[in-house]
């Protein structure tokens, strides 16, 4: 082989050239053809390979005739693979131009009359016309050879780019699998075998692919989901993108939905928001379709062509990913109380802790009266929770470390009891944080238990980095007086985004669950804040006829299971 400097070794080439030969042959079969054609898609050095290949098995075999007719096949060396390919190009043009030979029916039998009796005519053959017929019929072997194996050049697109991954591992090193790698149309099935990595089609589409999983882009809007799981956020430009499976079609028509497809091809739709379009049947090739909405679910079964509706399971597809965060997110709510031990919010393994509002660092907690200025106190350690303060209202009350300022905070006697405590029924106090009969402070049940007088604030930045970048927070929580307070109490539940107040509830004196929470949370909102105070009753010192009675006594508030929902 002259030519190209091949970077190919010497067993895979070994290989192709037994491929090749049998393809000239003609007895290659489909799966060595696709053999052929895997090879020769990598690059240009395997089609100039294949090419050359070609070539000198087509010049070998003219020799040989060539000789046997008296004559050298030709004397020079046979023409470039470049040059290869613009000629067989322009004969494949000419190929299919040319007019139509027209070819005369054949004359009716007549009937045999006398027996004629020829000698035997000897024809002299020109030898340049027949070596001329053999390098047309090589040619023309060609041509079916070169569309066979060498994809059309125009087919070959950039269609995507991978901008970002999770813990993910290829089958296939040779393949661009970095983040910031653009892929092409003409790599073939990908196998992804663990992690997750994100592909961004440069139409809009993205997707979220979770390994173990076997897909192949097609284009800049379809791409062939083997098996595996992928959750596709497409916005209205990009409508029309569509997900191929082994027995199904997917259309969607400007929509958030997830694909999940087994082993044996069976394949799942689940719709989060807007509508697509599944067709049953390989390739999507039935008269079996549906169209899908928000908060449905179908399935396509691999030996059937019918579309069945199944459950929706949102919690199923990987929506969410941050290489920077590690972090991989099903469309979880985020539990503040996990977060504000320290955790992610999601896993929902927290444990008893708490935070001293006087220094911003995790104690074991204490119950003691205790007064301190109401400064606002950062707490470094923590990535969502920005900081903690004990309010007094002797002065304007700031809430956030970036200035913002409690501007309706009441008067309160300065002093608090108890630290902020997370999950204190879990080993603090196994029997506290009761609301109507359900005990809060453990996995499952979280709750935050704030003494009055205190305040937390959340840094809601911190969560937006965890979810898709136009997703809606909602805030949600129960509120209530624990219901194990030995003594009556007296206190007031605020809710604050950005230093404004956006609920509150005051005097709850009553014991037990008081209300529910609900509220959205705008875009621009940077700080949601949570605090208790002590309702305002007086300090009562003791006497020889009274007891000393704090306003803060049995002030026990809890926010029963508060939630960050994502929608």
């Not at 104690?363 to 301190?372: A, S």
């Not at 029997?431 to 007088?453: I, K, T």
């Amino acid at each position: 082989m002259g030519g190209a400097v091949m970077t190919f070794d010497e067993k895979q080439l070994f290989r192709i050239s037994q491929l090749l030969l049998r393809l000239c042959e003609g007895v290659a079969d489909e799966t060595e053809m696709q053999e052929i054609r895997d090879f020769a898609s990598t690059g240009k050095e395997a089609v100039d390979y294949c090419t050359e290949f070609l070539m000198d098995n087509a010049y070998f075999k003219l020799g040989m005739v060539s000789e046997a007719m008296g004559r050298s096949p030709g004397g020079t060396d046979h023409p470039s693979a470049e040059s290869l390919e613009s000629t067989l190009r322009a004969m494949a043009e000419d190929e299919k131009t040319a007019p139509t030979i027209v070819i005369p029916e054949e004359l009716p039998e007549r009937e045999l009359i006398q027996k004629v009796v020829r000698e035997k005519t000897v024809y002299k053959v020109n030898k340049f016309s027949l070596t001329a017929a053999i390098v047309s019929i090589a040619a023309m072997l060609l041509i079916i050879t070169y569309v066979k194996i060498i994809p059309p050049a125009q087919t070959r697109e950039m269609v995507a780019q991978i901008t970002d991954a999770v813990g993910a591992r290829w089958a296939s090193p040779d393949l661009p699998a970095n983040v910031g790698d653009h892929l092409n149309n003409y790599d073939g099935s990908r196998h992804l075998l663990k992690g997750c990595v994100k592909i961004e089609f440069y139409t809009g589409a993205e997707v979220i692919i979770e390994g173990p999983a076997e897909f192949d882009l097609k284009s800049f809007e379809s791409m062939y989901l083997s098996y595996g799981r992928l959750y596709a956020t497409v916005p209205s430009e990009a409508s029309g993108f569509t997900v191929n499976t082994p027995c199904s079609s997917i259309v969607d028509i400007g929509t958030e939905f997830g694909v999940k497809v087994d082993f044996d091809g069976t394949s799942d739709l689940h719709m989060f928001k807007g509508r697509a379009s599944m067709t049953a049947g390989i390739d999507g090739g039935s008269q079996s379709a549906r169209e899908v909405s928000k908060g449905q679910a179908v399935r396509v079964d691999s030996d059937a062509d019918d579309i069945q509706d199944i459950r929706v399971e949102p919690k199923i597809f990987v929506r969410h990913i941050s290489s920077k965060d590690k972090h991989i997110w099903r469309g979880e709510s985020f539990d503040l109380v996990n977060l504000a031990t320290g955790g992610d919010g999601i896993s929902r393994q927290g444990f008893a802790t708490s935070i001293d509002p006087r220094t911003g660092r995790q104690v074991q907690r204490l119950h003691k009266d205790r007064e301190v200025a109401n400064t606002y106190v950062p707490v470094k350690w923590n990535t969502f929770v920005d900081g903690i303060f004990i309010p007094n209202g002797a002065q304007t009350q700031t809430v956030t470390t970036q200035g913002h300022l409690f501007e309706e905070c009441p008067p309160t006697n300065g002093l608090f009891c108890s630290d902020l405590t997370m999950n204190m029924a879990e080993t603090l106090d196994p029997e506290a944080m009761l609301l109507d009969g359900v005990q809060y402070g453990r996995p499952g049940n979280p709750g935050l238990f704030m003494h009055a007088n205190i305040g937390v604030t959340f840094d809601l930045q911190q969560l937006r980095s965890r979810v898709p970048v136009d997703s809606e927070l909602i805030f949600r929580s129960k509120i209530g007086i624990d219901e194990t307070a030995p003594k009556d109490s007296n206190a007031d539940f605020w809710v604050l985004l950005d230093g404004k107040v956006c609920y509150q509830n005051r005097n709850v004196n009553i014991k037990g669950l008081c209300d529910t929470i609900e509220i959205r949370l705008r875009q621009s909102d940077r700080f949601l804040t949570l605090i208790a105070t002590d309702g305002g009753d007086p300090d009562i010192l003791a006497t020889d006829t009274q007891e000393k009675s704090r306003s803060t006594n049995c002030d026990w508030c809890i926010f029963a299971e508060p939630m960050i929902s994502v929608e």
